[in-house]
């Protein structure tokens, strides 16, 4: 594809698919490291809140502060942020002092800090390549996301198994040093910054207004939204599955959670040969209906060979609704407005799975839909619900076919 052979965005990918196969062997070890120090549905969907709900919080804020900076020095100073995250889960883990709690204020920490990274990380994918390679860039980037999701889990089982958790969390720290040597030698167009003539407060209630008064983005996030909060969340609560339900340990965790990527890889893989932005919000809307099905199946699972292949199915229909929207949003913000703008994404698609999981555990744990198999019932329930709004919410969607 003609967007490989940029070269900002050929030295940016080969950064972040080191950094990110880094990144999801540490979400590994911490989804494996909350089940085993509790052995809660509870806590694990607590330790997932606690590392996205603070960008509900900070990512609009965040989303204006990258709106008004150098865009490539924010990046920078981001990444090293989390590297030192990084190194302090391996610390304590090294030393012993890993709790709970000490993980629950970890966790937090990477929350702020994603809610720093993720509006710089979508904005800069606009400033990286030129218009027209825009969709092109914004699909493989997906796919590159997605490929280290398919690997990474598989390389962290590995890694927990032979080296365990806190050498899990170290290689994650020195992979971030491949981002940061790419984002040196990466060159963006000079850009104008704003002045900060008026307030955060003032911008942000800017980048709000132009989003409600925005119907078609407005909805694009919502649909994202609801697909996140039901179907994403059960994702995020694999280790319980892994372990409570199909009986698998840490192994079954990396392999449900590499199925989860290799669907989401050919979700990738299937819009990047869309070459249309309404035909890739169809496909969207499609996934979204399909996603809420397939969690009401995966519900129904107790099989581990089936639970793999409909985690996969999950992946993919996750996937297809998530980028296939975001893909219609980057070509219709105005750059102006897109860090603001792709914060308020950034709160629908990485916050809402974590309070998803968070509800979905503590009914399952409670036993809200019965006595027995209480993590099952709720997740059927779920994605009941996930279906049914879907529905109701992309019928112009899906009845737009171009």
Known sequence: MKVLRNRNFALYSAGNIVSWLGLWMQ??????????LTHSAVWVGVVSMAQF?????????????ADRVDRKRYAIAVQVVQMGIAGLLWVACALDVMTPIVLVLLCTAIGISSAAHQ????ALVNDLVPRDLLQQAITINSVLFNTSRFVGPALGGLAIA??????????????????LWSLTLVELPTRTTRPASRGMASDLRAGLAYVWQHRPILQ????????????RGAIELMPAFADAVFERGSAGLATLTTAAGAGAVAAGLLLSRTGSAGREAWLAAQGSVAAGAVLALFGLTHDFAAGVAVVALLGFATTLCTIGMQVELQSTVDNDYRGRVVSLWGVV??????????LIGTLA??????????????TLASGVACATLAWLST?????RKT
């Open 220 to 231: 694009l996030m919502l649909v994202a939204g609801q697909t996140a909060f039901f179907a």
């Open 349 to 358: 698609t990485i916050a809402m799975p974590s309070l998803g999981s968070t």
């Open 119 to 122: 509006p710089i990380r979508l």
């Open 27 to 36: 979400r590994l070890g911490i989804g494996w490291l909350s089940w085993d």
């Open 395 to 399: 019928g112009q969607l899906r009845a």
């Open 53 to 65: 709900l603070p960008i509900i919080g900070f990512g609009p804020l965040f989303g204006v502060l």
């Open 162 to 179: 032979t080296v365990g958790v806190a050498s899990t969390f170290a290689i994650n720290a020195v992979s971030y040093l491949a981002i």
């Open 365 to 378: 744990h409670w036993e809200v839909l019965g006595t027995s198999g209480g993590l099952s019932n709720v």
